[in-house]
């Protein structure tokens, strides 16, 4: 005879700000029952909005309905669905609020806007177990140094132009490096990185707390063409310079704030030299050091529907008429009351 099983709480999330379209289900005790994801691949160049936001549109059935079949829930089940509210790509975060606003209203439950960049965080410290660290995040879209200080995420250092997971992905596809499926370009740079170690000098930009790639990305790009050095030694010395820029930052946040623990998150954070680097940096100030887990570190609807449990157990929510997407919501505008107790 089956059994029935007590109903509980759960929470569904939508992620859609750039690439990735995905869905996450957890429990309100914080259990991960899916998370699924449609990447979008361009065939040639970097993502155009509009095509990422027409793939999602074309995913999202298919995603939405894996991720339910895996959680292996009731439609009742559901107390609330969390949506990417920004930053992203406009199109992209359209799509998923649209989808988001529909599946509420359907389902007549409460929708919780989601800042993406906090979302990261707030996933990787119930990944890890970390409780109050300095986050390294670093991916496609961004690259922040955030800490939580009175009520807030606060942002200790960040990019002034293009992110890290950029600067290595242009220059990947400058080097004419071919991403397969599911094979990502920085990882392609890591690849042959490991292969040499021959230092090519390259601009080393760090401006107080901030942190410039567009430069560097120039004259790695210069050198590639002047034919004088291999594109493993450029992989390796591009590596090198863009990861110590982001360790130095990193360190100095962590030596002002003093936290116990360094996160490292994004798509990035796979990275093993990178790795290396801040668990070094993070012991030589007796800091425990910590890497999200590649599935919980891309965009991931999980992160999503976490934070959003979180968001709606202190008392917030969105209403529709507020659900409109914010393209460059900083993490530090976001009031966080779950966080310190
Ligand atoms: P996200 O924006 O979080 O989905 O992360 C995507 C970014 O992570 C892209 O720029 C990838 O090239 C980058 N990435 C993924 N794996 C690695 C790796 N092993 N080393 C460096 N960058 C990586
Ligand atoms: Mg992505």
Not at 153 to 178: H, K, Q
Not at 197 to 215: A, E
Request: hydrophobic share 45%; net charge neutral; proline share 3%.
């Amino acid at each position: 005879m089956a059994t029935l099983r007590k109903a509980d709480s759960y929470c569904l999330g939508l992620e859609s700000t750039a690439d990735d379209f995905s869905v996450g289900i957890l429990s309100f005790k914080g259990d991960i029952l899916a998370n699924e994801a449609s990447m979008f691949m361009p065939e040639t160049g970097g993502i155009h909005p509009r095509e990422a936001a027409r793939h999602h549109a074309e995913v999202a059935g298919k995603v939405l309905s894996e991720a339910l079949r895996k959680a292996g829930i009731q439609q009742r089940e559901i107390k609330i669905i969390a949506f990417s509210q920004g930053p992203g790509l406009g199109p992209c975060l359209r799509t998923g609020a649209t989808a988001a606003r529909a599946l509420a209203c359907y389902l007549q439950v409460p929708l919780v806007g989601v800042n993406h960049c906090v979302a990261h965080i707030e996933i990787g410290k119930l990944i890890t177990g970390a409780k109050d660290p300095l986050t390294l995040y670093v991916s496609g879209g961004n690259t922040i140094v955030a800490a939580f200080e009175a009520g807030r995420y606060r942002v200790f250092g960040e990019t002034l132009d293009i992110s890290v997971g950029n600067c290595l992905d242009v220059f990947a596809r400058e080097a004419g490096l071919r991403q397969k499926i599911g094979e990502p370009l920085g990882a392609l740079v890591e690849k042959l990185a490991a292969r040499s170690q021959n230092f090519v000098s390259l601009p080393y930009t760090v401006k107080g707390m901030d942190l410039s790639f567009s430069g560097l990305l120039s004259a790695a790009i210069e050198l590639l063409n002047s034919k004088k050095y291999s594109v493993e030694d450029l992989c390796f010395s591009l590596q090198e310079v863009v990861f110590s820029m982001l360790a130095e930052v990193t360190e100095r946040a962590l030596a002002h704030t003093e936290k116990p623990e360094v996160l490292l998150t994004g798509g990035v954070a796979a990275n093993k030299r990178l790795q290396s680097m801040l668990e070094a940096l993070a012991n030589e100030h007796n800091a425990k050091f910590g890497v999200v887990p590649k599935q919980y570190a891309l965009d991931n609807g999980a992160m999503i529907a976490w934070t959003g449990i979180l968001t709606y157990q202190h008392g917030l929510s969105t209403s529709i008429e507020k659900s409109f997407v914010k393209l460059k919501w900083r993490l530090d505008e976001v009031y966080a009351p779950w966080v310190g107790g």
